[in-house]
């Protein structure tokens, strides 16, 4: 007889898309000719760059000819990929990287998924409430908590609350924690924190010998100036700073699967006698031996992104998706609405009206104004009384949503 790991099952069934899913479908079934718009979506709808397409195209042509075919790559990507990263990303904002810090990946996903490996069981950890739920569930799923209490918290998570009164931006942990999550910009709420708010974060984690794991994947929807695109703009945060970075929604790599995370080699781990370890040495460890890297297609492709015509490209579409989040924004403010987000992040967390429940919320405009968001209680405790909107929808649909919802809420 096998056993089950045990962790899994303490896990609640995906429920949050499922039953999003099962409600819209009964209110087709009871209403067959209503006009339902989603915006609710969190997956892209643009086309992949033109210059995307091209390269991609090519690098399948290469891998046609003997001379040209390439097998196995570098587990952790190809250079000329990891460089034009550097070159793009990081080095114009006065960060230095150097090549190995980079480990290109199939997306920010199974990285912030699995890089919790890296950690001793008993660490703790810190959480924002609400939260894009893979940092919790993976946590739970290595033994890193107990089981949840009835407000859907796992016992030993430190949740942070983000709430109406903190603007969305949670406080520093009361008590020390070993690894924080950090997402900025921040999927659900769309908030994102200055340079001097995050740095009290890295001046808390070097105090405290604590790990950041800084989830930028929608890192390049940032309009304002003051908002940091990377963490390694804050001074010292290469010593306790990890960052996930993603091609998804910055070039419509949803379906196509590439991003990237790096790793600088100041930041330690400790092992029970005190002595260090590097955690760029230990991810290139596990990379190498659970991965075997990114299609060189796919790479060819995501290396286009940082061509001339590729950021044109990328950023009309980019432009396209904050012209829907203005119009979503500002329609629903103007309608009465408390909103967060929607500035430099393709999400607008929205305050229910009259304390309404997220899912008395959600069953409300589909019924009157035939909209599907998604209900902030199932991105946590503190998400109750919030909804999501997002902004990847198309102009049209966009615009007859807010319509409806000023005029039929
Ligand atoms: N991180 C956050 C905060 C996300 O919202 C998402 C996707 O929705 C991801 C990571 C996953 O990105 P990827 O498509 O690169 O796996």
Same mark, same amino acid.
């Given at each position: 007889?096998?056993f089950?790991?045990?962790?899994?099952?303490?896990?609640?069934?995906?429920?949050?898309f499922?039953? $999003?899913?099962?409600r819209?479908?009964?209110?087709?079934?009871?209403?067959?000719?209503?006009?339902?718009?989603?915006?609710?979506?969190?997956?892209?709808?643009?086309?992949?760059?033109?210059?995307?397409?091209?390269?991609?195209?090519?690098?399948v042509?290469?891998?046609?000819?003997?001379?040209?075919?390439?097998?196995?790559?570098?587990e952790?990507?190809?250079e000329?990929?990891s460089?034009? $990263?550097?070159?793009?990303?990081?080095?114009?904002?006065?960060?230095?990287?150097?090549?190995?810090?980079?480990?290109?990946?199939d997306?920010?996903?199974?990285?912030?998924a699995?890089?919790q490996e890296?950690?001793?069981v008993?660490?703790?950890?810190?959480?924002?409430?609400?939260v894009?739920?893979v940092?919790?569930?993976?946590?739970?799923?290595?033994?890193?908590?107990?089981?949840p209490?009835?407000?859907?918290?796992f016992?030993?998570l430190?949740?942070?609350?983000?709430?109406?009164?903190?603007?969305?931006?949670?406080a520093?942990?009361?008590?020390r924690?070993?690894?924080?999550?950090?997402c900025?910009?921040?999927?659900?709420?769309?908030?994102t924190?200055?340079?001097e708010?995050?740095?009290?974060w890295?001046?808390?984690?070097?105090?405290?010998k604590s $790990?950041?794991?800084?989830?930028?994947?929608?890192?390049?929807?940032?309009?304002?100036?003051?908002?940091?695109?990377?963490?390694?703009?804050?001074e010292?945060?290469?010593?306790?700073?990890?960052?996930?970075?993603?091609?998804?929604?910055?070039?419509?790599?949803?379906?196509?699967?590439?991003?990237?995370? $790096?790793?600088?080699?100041?930041?330690?781990?400790?092992?029970?006698?005190?002595e260090?370890h590097?955690?760029?040495t230990?991810?290139?460890?596990?990379q190498?031996?659970?991965?075997?890297?990114?299609?060189?297609?796919?790479?060819a492709?995501a290396?286009?992104?940082?061509?001339?015509?590729g950021?044109k490209?990328?950023?009309?579409t980019?432009?396209?998706?904050?012209?829907?989040?203005?119009?979503?924004?500002?329609g629903?403010?103007k309608?009465?609405?408390?909103?967060?987000?929607g500035?430099?992040?393709?999400?607008?967390?929205?305050?229910?009206?009259?304390?309404?429940?997220?899912?008395?919320?959600?069953?409300?405009?589909?019924?009157?104004a035939?909209?599907?968001g998604?209900?902030?209680?199932?991105?946590?405790?503190?998400?109750?009384?919030?909804?999501?909107?997002t902004?990847?929808?198309?102009?049209?649909?966009?615009e007859?949503?807010?319509?409806r919802?000023?005029?039929?809420?």
């Open positions: 007889m096998a089950v790991n045990e962790n899994y099952l303490k896990l609640p069934g995906s429920y949050l499922s039953e $999003i899913a099962r819209v479908n009964k209110f087709k079934q009871e209403n067959p000719s209503a006009d339902i718009i989603r915006l609710g979506i969190g997956d892209v709808t643009r086309p992949l760059p033109a210059a995307v397409i091209e390269a991609m195209k090519k690098a042509e290469e891998m046609g000819h003997a001379e040209t075919f390439r097998g196995y790559g570098p952790q990507g190809y000329f990929l460089q034009a $990263i550097i070159d793009h990303d990081f080095t114009p904002r006065g960060v230095n990287l150097s090549t190995d810090e980079v480990f290109i990946s997306g920010a996903k199974s990285d912030t699995n890089f890296l950690f001793g008993n660490n703790t950890i810190a959480v924002s409430d609400p894009y739920p940092y919790v569930d993976t946590n739970v799923m290595a033994g890193r908590t107990g089981f209490n009835e407000k859907g918290q016992e030993k430190v949740y942070l609350p983000c709430t109406e009164e903190n603007g969305m931006k949670p520093l942990p009361q008590s924690v070993d690894m924080i999550y950090l900025f910009p921040n999927n659900p709420t769309g908030m924190l200055s340079h708010e995050l740095k009290q890295v001046d808390y984690a070097r105090e405290n $790990i950041i794991l800084f989830d930028a994947a929608y890192e390049s929807f940032i309009r304002e100036e003051n908002v940091p695109h990377s963490i390694f703009e804050i010292g945060a290469r010593e306790v700073a990890v960052e996930f970075r993603s091609f998804s929604k910055t070039a419509g790599f949803t379906g196509t699967r590439c991003g990237y995370t $790096i790793v600088p080699k100041e930041v330690m781990v400790y092992d029970t006698k005190g260090a590097s955690l760029n230990l991810w290139l460890r596990r190498t031996t659970k991965f075997n890297g990114v299609s060189y297609p796919v790479q492709a290396a286009a992104v940082f061509t001339e015509a950021q490209q990328v950023k009309e980019i432009d396209y998706y904050m012209e829907n989040a203005r119009i979503i924004r500002d629903l403010q309608a009465g609405y408390k909103v967060f987000g500035i430099n992040a393709p999400y607008i967390w929205m305050k229910t009206p009259d304390n309404m429940e997220s899912w008395e919320f959600f069953d409300k405009l589909i019924r009157e035939n909209v599907v998604t209900p902030g209680a199932g991105f946590g405790a503190n998400g109750e009384g919030y909804f999501r909107l902004a990847f929808g198309t102009r049209e649909n966009t007859r949503a807010i319509e919802i000023i005029s039929k809420m």
